[in-house]
């Protein structure tokens, strides 16, 4: 009976320490994710002002493209400010999933219409695409970021 009970507790912390690692790995990587979405929006902002290398504005709006895809992964359940680990997401991702999916679906849609424009060489209509892929991040973090 004693001995049950002990092992019952030995498996309780074992999961409850998981967890938590759990969570420390999960906002690192979504961490991790948001700045390479930074890296390659400064990529292109530097491109845009400076040589504007079509190859280089294909490979950054691209990568943003891909990137826009697997940003609704990065928020699993349990990864947010009541995890206790340190994160600047706000408990709204999960509590207003609606609101968060519309703000994921706003950068979606305006990075691949970025992508499209990278693909066509034409700095003009990348810079435009770029503002307004830049507008649906603020929409987000805006909403969604602690400050
Ligand atoms: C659908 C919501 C959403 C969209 C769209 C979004 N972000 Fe974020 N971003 C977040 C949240 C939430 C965090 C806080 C993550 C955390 O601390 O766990 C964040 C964090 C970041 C960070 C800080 C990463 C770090 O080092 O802690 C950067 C940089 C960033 N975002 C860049 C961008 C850029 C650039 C875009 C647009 C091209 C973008 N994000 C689009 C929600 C979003």
Request: charged content about 20%; overall charge positive.
């Amino acid at each position: 009976m004693k001995r049950a009970l002990v092992a019952g507790l030995v498996v309780a912390l074992a999961a409850g320490s998981a967890l938590a690692w759990d969570a420390a790995s999960d906002i690192k990587a979504r961490q991790a994710g948001m700045k390479q979405i930074g890296g390659n929006m400064k990529g292109l902002y530097d491109t845009l002002s400076g040589d504007k290398n079509p190859a280089k504005l294909k490979e950054y709006a691209a990568n943003i493209q891909r990137l826009s895809g697997q940003l609704p992964s990065w928020f699993p359940a349990g990864s947010g400010p009541s995890s206790g680990e340190k994160t600047k997401a706000l408990a709204a991702v999960w509590t207003d999933p609606a609101g968060f999916k519309a703000a994921g679906d706003a950068f979606k849609t305006e990075a691949a219409k970025l992508n499209a424009a990278a693909q066509t060489g034409d700095a003009a209509k990348v810079q435009a695409a770029f503002v307004a892929t830049r507008g649906t991040c603020k929409g987000c973090h805006d909403k969604y970021q602690a400050k």
